[in-house]
Each structure stands twice: as C-alpha cells, then as structure tokens.
C-alpha cells in the first residue's frame, strides 16, 4: 500500500502570497488531519476532514482553511502569508479518529 | 479544550538503560493510544498502539495504559543513540473525533 504523499515537499513564497498543499491519504483511509509544526514546537492540530467533512478545527485565523474531495484527497490553503507561517505542514491519514494516523513527509514551507 | 499531557525534557539516559516516557490525558472518552517518534527534520513515525488497560510489548519498546488514572507510558529498554528522538503521545476515539497529540518529550541515549 502507498503511504501519504504530500506535494509539493518544499515551496517558497512570498508575504501576501498564498499557497494550497495537497495530500493524499492512504487508500481506503476517510480522515485527514493537518497539522503546523515549527522549530521547537509540537504538532499544532488545523483541521480534520472526514469524507469530505470538516469535523474539527484548531486555534488557527481564518487564513487557513481545506477541503476534502470525494477521493479522500485533501488540500489545505493558506491565504495572505505571514512570515511566522514558515513552517513544516504535515498531513496524517487514518481509516476513523480512533485509529493509527500515518504522517506524509510534510511540506516545509518558507516564506520571505 | 481535551489535552494530551508530556513532560517535554529532555530526557537523557546512558546506552543501554531503560528509557521511560510518561503521558497523562483529560478525555476520559479516548479509547486508543499512540506513540510516535520523530527525528529531527522528518515526520512522526507511529511506533505503538495500545487499547486495552495493562501492558504491550513490542521488541524493545513497552507501551502501559491505566485508564482510570489516564495515564500511558512507553518504556524503551536497551535503549541505543539511534533512539534519541522526540516521542510523542497521542490520544484517539475521545468526544473530539482525531487524534490529539502531546507536544513531545524529546529522549537523549548518551553512548
């Protein structure tokens, strides 16, 4: 079975741009979750989709939003960059909320 | 707000000791436990799961779970410098639907 892959693996923008990440969950698998994670820090939970489903949101502004197509696959957008928004994006599939989440290689994202 | 608890170290122990990580958490609806490794600069590796109340073994690795006083535990024994990582808990089933992550107890095995 194929893990999670997220695309792209690194990116760099600009302040005042925006940037939409993907990911695409193991197969057979509805929940996707989006996590922030910058040096020295822990996983920060944005949101969780489940069949195409927002069905939890983290502490995160507006900025930040995502969506789930009825392949499972999830993209998550982040509007209006701010330079404290450089950080890896990790996504994390599971087949429900009470099973073992696998994580994508992340996105580091940078912004200047 | 439902939290996942971990004493974030680090956690230094000498090649070849028992290395002991420690989690507490408040939604007492969780059902499911894991752990997590991390590397620096990669992302998190699941390495144990735990349902039941009592002990999991694995090779090396020892996952306990007491849900009456909530609180899980990983216990690496032999641990080598390869296993110096961060370790994260997380908490899974409870009213909040995904998974909820402790911020990581970061382990140190000095050779």
């Known amino acids: 079975k194929a893990g999670v892959t997220q695309t792209p693996r690194y990116l760099i923008k600009t302040r005042g741009q925006q940037v939409t990440l993907s990911c695409s969950p193991i197969?057979?698998?509805?929940?996707v979750s989006w996590y922030q994670q910058t040096p020295g820090q822990g996983l920060q939970f944005l949101f969780e989709y489940f069949s195409e489903t927002q069905r939890n949101k983290g502490n995160f502004p507006g900025r930040f939003s995502g969506r789930q197509f009825s392949n499972s696959r999830s993209e998550m957008n982040v509007s209006t960059l701010e330079l404290g928004d450089s950080a890896l994006y990790l996504c994390a599939s599971s087949e429900r909320g009470d099973r073992p989440a696998f994580f994508g290689q992340g996105t580091r994202l940078t912004v200047v | 707000q439902k939290e996942v608890e971990q004493n974030s170290g680090p956690l230094s122990v000498p090649e070849g000791a028992i290395a002991s990580l420690n989690c507490t958490y408040s939604d007492r609806g969780s059902q499911s436990f894991f752990w997590y490794r991390q590397y620096s600069g990669k992302s998190p590796e699941l390495i144990m799961f735990i349902y039941s109340n009592g002990d999991k073994e694995d090779g090396r690795f020892t996952a306990q779970l007491n849900k009456a006083s909530q609180y899980v535990s990983l216990l690496i024994r032999d641990s080598q410098p390869s296993d110096s990582a961060t370790y994260l808990c997380?908490?899974?089933?409870?009213?909040?639907?995904?998974?909820?992550f402790g911020k990581g107890t970061k382990l140190s095995v000095k050779p």
């Open positions: 197969s057979g698998h509805r929940s």
């Open positions: 997380a908490g899974g089933g409870g009213s909040q639907g995904n998974l909820i």
